[in-house]
């Protein structure tokens, strides 16, 4: 069994061996996606930004495929109050950035952040590195299996406001799905799922995992959800 419960310096396995036949077609996309087909913000050719990763968690709950998100602490300086995956900036200690760095950056602060076990944690693949101008991180999307599902909750109220899952059956419904728009002008994906807006970063992921997957099915776009200028 593939287990990635060192995560502080030792070595972290990514095997797609005996995963579920329902990830085939997340496993085809890590394997096949571009840059460019996940995002139009993609890494400073510089170098510049802050190296980041998050961990996108599929497991199986009581109505089938789910992910795990979590939602922000509204006091943080960054992207307070928003859904994301599980994740944040790389530490020293993760090792190299270009290496196994976001692999083991992305179960630690997925378990510092929600609880979760490592050790129940198969990974699978690592997605195209990908940019959030509007807090200058560079992210790696790592994607794991919860083989052996553990108990998940708030860990710090100052980082985490709650912890959740989400079936993916509800992030394909087209009745849950709607176009965000910021004040701003930009517009993207978003979800209406678990009493929370999904946006920005976290939706646009999903978006594009669902349509590479072949999960996607028709949705108005002409749904608008406006954004305030908190967000």
Do not use: C
Not at 21 to 26: A, I, M, T
Not at 135 to 157: A, K, M, N
């Amino acid at each position: 069994m593939t287990r990635a419960s060192n995560t502080r310096g030792g070595p972290v396995t990514v095997s797609k061996e005996g995963l579920p036949g329902w990830l085939d077609p997340v496993v085809h996309t890590v394997e096949t996606v571009e840059p460019p087909q996940l995002s139009r913000f993609l890494p400073p050719a510089d170098g510049a930004g802050r190296q980041s990763a998050v961990l996108i968690l599929f497991g199986e709950g009581e109505r089938g495929p789910e992910l795990l998100l979590m939602e922000r602490a509204s006091s943080l300086r960054s992207h307070a109050g928003q859904p994301s995956f599980p994740g944040g900036a790389l530490d020293p200690e993760d090792g190299d950035p270009k290496g196994d760095g976001p692999l083991r950056a992305a179960l630690r602060e997925a378990e510092e952040e929600t609880g979760l076990d490592p050790s129940g944690v198969q990974l699978f693949g690592v997605l195209p590195r990908l940019y959030i101008p509007v807090s200058g991180f560079v992210v790696t999307p790592v994607l794991g299996w919860w083989r052996e599902p553990s108990p998940v909750g708030v860990v710090d109220p100052n980082e985490t406001a709650r912890v959740f899952t989400v079936p993916v059956a509800d992030l394909t419904d087209p009745g849950n799905r709607a176009t965000a728009v910021h004040p701003s002008g930009h517009a993207g994906p978003a979800f209406l799922v678990e009493s929370a807006l999904v946006w920005g970063f976290t939706a646009g992921i999903i978006d594009r995992l669902l349509h590479y997957a072949g999960w996607e099915r028709p949705w108005d776009r002409d749904k608008q959800v406006p954004l305030d200028w908190r967000a």
